[in-house]
């Protein structure tokens, strides 16, 4: 398997504009999580789905953030508008199944965003 | 005051020595434990997990401690190696009363290993 797959790895935008990242989890996997990563805060819990459905976006910063699993081999994250304090590594990861003994979350290589 | 920013704790051991990296969680009903490896430019990777009914795990090279009387954790890494040299962060799962759960992960330790 090809693990979780990002896009794009790096992102340049200036203040105001739109940005989306995308996430494809590995095959089979029922949970996809978000993470925001900074030297400020650290690596933060974003949002995370089950079978698609968000579970519990009680991470997400503001309304400025938003993200969608469309289907169980995609998903993204928006932010609109973006400032320069969103600049940041965004991870998103995948796992299988939850509370049945196989929890461990497996991490794509992140999308460093970088607002100006 | 403001926080002018994470400044990880650092180990450095010599290549072949024991490493010993800390952490102390924070809530008492987290129920599930997990170890990260997390490499310049790279995502956190798995190395080690335990639940919370157990307090010893061991894997390849690396035993996890658990202490749930002081909400203790510890990954021990055997002959430390030059590809040892990462950031590891613990983290705990908390499970919540309607199925979901929360994952906290603690602020990371740098682990240099000299040659």
């Known amino acids: 398997d090809a693990g979780v797959i990002q896009s794009p790895r790096h992102e340049v935008t200036e203040m105001g504009q739109e940005v989306t990242l995308r996430c494809k989890p590995i095959s089979g996997h029922d949970y996809l999580f978000w993470y925001r990563q900074t030297m400020m805060r650290g690596l933060e819990l974003l949002i995370y789905?089950?079978?698609?459905?968000?579970?519990?976006d009680s991470g997400m910063p503001e309304d400025r953030f938003s993200a969608k699993m469309p289907n169980a081999s995609f998903s993204t994250l928006k932010i609109q508008p973006s400032e320069p304090r969103d600049s940041a590594v965004y991870f998103c990861a995948s796992s299988f199944g939850q509370g049945a003994g196989v929890d461990t979350q497996y991490f794509g290589p992140g999308t460093r965003l970088t607002v100006l | 005051g403001e926080n002018v920013g994470l400044h990880l704790p650092t180990l450095s051991v010599q290549e072949g020595d024991n490493s010993i990296i800390n952490c102390a969680y924070s809530n008492s009903a987290s129920d599930y434990f997990i170890w990260y490896k997390q490499e310049s430019g790279k995502g956190p990777q798995f190395i080690i997990d335990i639940r919370s009914n157990m307090d010893k795990r061991q894997g390849q090279r690396v035993t996890v401690l658990l202490n749930k009387t002081v909400k203790h954790l510890s990954l021990q890494i055997a002959a430390t190696q030059p590809g040892d040299s990462a950031v590891y962060f613990c983290a705990e799962n908390l499970s919540g009363n309607t199925g979901g759960f929360k994952t906290i992960f603690g602020a990371g330790t740098r682990l240099f290993v000299k040659a």
């Open positions: 789905f089950n079978n698609n459905v968000p579970i519990d």
